[in-house]
């Protein structure tokens, strides 16, 4: 639904991925995205809800240089 939501407001996607929730994967995958200069942005969704296992936030949140709370935030690569 994510997808088409931002085909559908005239934005391409230009790469989808789907990683477990281990920090080292998620945080590989960035590092991988930050060396891309073709994206403008990178959209995480929490997947399948947020658990006590659940590390997406804190891996995410490290990696970010300016937070902008409720909203988006942007992170230096």
């Not at 200069?37 to 590390?55: E, F, H, Y």
């Amino acid at each position: 639904m994510i997808v088409a939501l931002a085909e559908e407001a005239g934005h391409r996607i230009l790469a989808r991925h789907i990683v477990r929730d281990e920090p080292a994967e998620m945080g590989d995958l960035f590092q991988v995205f930050c060396a891309r200069n073709d994206l403008d942005a990178i959209l995480v969704t929490g997947g399948t809800g947020i658990s006590p296992r659940d590390q997406t936030y804190e891996t995410v949140s490290a990696l970010l240089t300016k937070p902008y709370p409720a909203t988006a935030s942007s992170f230096a690569c």
